[in-house]
């Protein structure tokens, strides 16, 4: 595979110099190659991990509702940029590269099927419908559930979030790895801590309007809720992260992001109107 195959075109990077070859298993990845040059600085690696810890702060603690969206949105076109001028990254690498789109869309297409149908069943079931408790949806009619499952959710979650933790973080921390063994592995397993810890306050809703949660005795509802969300969305982001391997685009995670997100909320409103 030649060199522009590779990197999308761009010149190579200065850097630390590393062969070419896979960063773990090829079941993992096995579209990706060793970039040609590992990128040692820290500094924009940091400095991207920063800005995500501030924007989670403001847009869960300080924004209007309405701002929600653009924030977002935003700050991820900002990483994208700073991936590209400071990370040393690619659009391959971002999971950008237009000729991977047609890959992502089938990918993406079929997990969705099956995580709409799994949430349609669930929802239907006796034994886990109580799941579906869930104080949001109740309060929402049909219009705001429309506006919450069609725009809110794709533009105000679902496009930032694999933006900025399949697309930046990893191509930066495999950049910041590439020197060593199992130089994708770490790079993607660093990603999906932080989106599992990205959901710290998120969680703390989660809490106050799940019935099930609200039901644990001593108070145990917020503690359950922080822990459970922040391993079950890390677990998820690497889930997220192998479908974005697999395929090579962001499209596939950002439709199987959506289709969970929007199947739920779809389901928990059905389940209690």
Not at 87 to 107: F, N, V
Not at 118 to 142: I, M, N, Y
Not at 159 to 185: C, D, S
Request: hydrophobic letters at 50%; charged letters at 15%.
């Amino acid at each position: 595979m030649g060199h522009d195959a590779i990197t999308g075109g761009d010149p190579p990077p200065t850097g630390r110099a590393a062969p070419h070859d896979h960063g773990g298993p090829l079941w993992w990845d096995p579209l990706s190659h060793r970039p040609a040059h590992a990128n040692p600085e820290t500094g924009p690696l940091l400095g991207v991990v920063g800005v995500l810890v501030g924007s989670n702060v403001i847009a869960n603690e300080v924004l209007p509702s309405w701002a929600y969206i653009p924030w977002n949105i935003g700050v991820a076109g900002a990483l994208v940029w700073v991936a590209r001028r400071w990370g040393r990254t690619t659009p391959r690498e971002l999971g950008l590269a237009p000729d991977r789109i047609r890959s992502g869309l089938l990918w993406g297409g079929l997990a969705a099927t099956a995580v709409v149908g799994t949430t349609a069943v669930g929802a239907l079931l006796p034994l886990t419908r109580e799941l579906f408790q869930d104080d949001r949806a109740a309060g929402l009619s049909l219009g705001g559930l429309a506006t919450y499952a069609l725009v809110e959710i794709p533009f105000g979650t679902v496009l930032a979030e694999e933006t900025m933790f399949r697309g930046v973080l990893p191509a930066m921390f495999r950049r910041r790895f590439a020197h060593r063994r199992n130089w994708a592995v770490r790079g993607d397993v660093a990603a999906a801590t932080l989106f599992g810890l990205w959901h710290v306050l998120p969680s703390l809703d989660l809490a106050a309007s799940n019935t099930a949660l609200k039901a644990l005795p001593f108070g145990l509802g917020v503690p359950v809720a922080i822990a459970g969300s922040v391993a079950a969305t890390a677990v998820a982001g690497l889930g997220f992260t192998w479908l974005r391997n697999r395929s090579g685009s962001l499209v596939a995670p950002v439709l199987l992001h959506w289709a969970i997100n929007g199947s739920g909320i779809v389901a928990a409103w059905i389940v209690q109107h």
